[in-house]
């Protein structure tokens, strides 16, 4: 299957390990091309974004409704075999769900979970959309598609950005999202939970303070199954890679990988 790859390089001082980025549920590469890329590559990092099948270009949009987590962790799997060197992997949201799966079966040099949904399960998070978009959340289940519940800016807004986020971002971000599988939503639910205690890869879990789909306690529960501490950023939502304040979030990224002494 053909995988939509983004990618930046440095102009020199290169690590020989490259960074894979892989998006969460109704995002895309794209996500990452924003900012992150071209800051990791300035900082002397082959910097790598995935689409996995059915987002973005990548092929499988007609067979997006069954695709599994199982299947998007192959996508790392076949990217991570198209690249010189095993990269260190950062995973938003559910990428960081399907980076947890990847890393049950694959040893990486280093893993960063960014807004990730928890290896609990995503319940919690199912039952405050419910709660709150009760219409939007049985359109999604009548038809089996996801995209109602992020179908508005307003919805999108909410999901995803803070107010600091100006109208025109949130409405360009918006336009760019996409339906998601609706059987990869019932693995996160709870058919196909991580397995962390067969993870050795070294952990960074991140979260935003002013997140509502994984909330902080959520971020910490993650991070101690981790056997590891949380990471939260103050005043960013959902959408850690596109807030006004995303360099934070990727100065906290490149200063844990420092710490690690990557090649």
């Given at each position: 299957?053909?995988?939509?790859?983004?990618?930046r390089?440095p102009?020199?001082?290169?690590?020989?390990?490259p960074?894979?980025?892989?998006h969460?549920?109704?995002?895309?590469?794209?996500?990452?091309?924003a900012h992150?890329l071209?800051f990791?590559?300035?900082?002397?990092?082959?910097?790598h974004?995935?689409?996995?099948?059915?987002h973005?270009?990548?092929e499988?949009r007609?067979?997006?409704?069954w695709?599994?987590?199982?299947d998007?962790?192959?996508?790392?799997?076949?990217t991570?075999?198209?690249?010189?060197?095993?990269?260190?992997l950062?995973?938003?949201?559910?990428?960081?769900?399907?980076?947890?799966h990847?890393l049950?079966?694959?040893?990486?040099?280093?893993?960063?979970?960014?807004?990730?949904?928890?290896p609990?399960?995503v319940?919690?998070?199912?039952?405050?959309?419910?709660?709150?978009?009760p219409?939007?959340?049985?359109?999604?289940?009548?038809?089996?598609?996801?995209?109602?519940?992020?179908?508005?800016v307003?919805?999108?807004?909410e999901?995803f950005?803070?107010?600091?986020?100006?109208?025109?971002?949130?409405?360009?971000?918006?336009?760019?999202?996409?339906?998601?599988?609706y059987?990869?939503f019932?693995?996160?639910?709870?058919?196909n939970?991580?397995?962390?205690?067969?993870?050795?890869?070294?952990?960074?879990?991140?979260?935003?303070?002013?997140?509502?789909?994984f909330r902080?306690?959520?971020?910490?529960?993650?991070?101690?199954?981790?056997?590891?501490q949380?990471?939260?950023?103050?005043?960013?939502?959902h959408?850690?890679?596109?807030?006004?304040?995303?360099?934070?979030?990727?100065?906290?990224?490149?200063?844990?990988?420092?710490?690690?002494e990557?090649?």
């Open positions: 299957m053909k995988l939509e790859l983004i990618s390089l102009d020199s001082g290169a690590h020989s390990t960074l894979l980025f892989v969460g549920a109704w995002h895309g590469a794209w996500c990452w091309d992150f071209d990791f590559a300035s900082h002397g990092y082959a910097a974004a995935l689409s996995l099948r059915g973005g270009t990548s499988g007609e067979n997006l409704r695709m599994r987590v199982a998007y962790a192959e996508d790392i799997a076949a991570v075999r198209r690249l010189a060197c095993p990269p260190a950062i995973g938003h949201s559910m990428g960081g769900f399907v980076v947890q990847y049950r079966e694959h040893f990486a040099p280093a893993a960063v979970l960014l807004a990730s949904a928890p609990a399960g319940l919690a998070t199912t039952l405050r959309i419910a709660l709150r978009h219409l939007a959340f049985a359109q999604a289940n009548l038809t089996l598609s996801l995209y109602p519940l992020v179908a508005s307003e919805l999108a807004r999901a950005f803070s107010e600091d986020l100006s109208d025109a971002q949130v409405r360009a971000y918006a336009g760019r999202l996409q339906d998601e599988s059987l990869a019932l693995d996160m639910l709870a058919l939970l991580p397995k962390p205690a067969t993870v050795k890869t070294p952990l960074l879990v991140l979260g935003g303070e002013r997140d509502i789909i902080p306690e959520e971020i910490a529960a993650t991070a101690r199954a981790y056997n590891t949380p990471g939260m950023i103050a005043d960013v939502a959408d850690m890679m596109l807030e006004t304040r995303w360099q934070i979030v990727a100065e906290r990224i490149l200063a844990w990988l420092t710490q690690r990557l090649p």
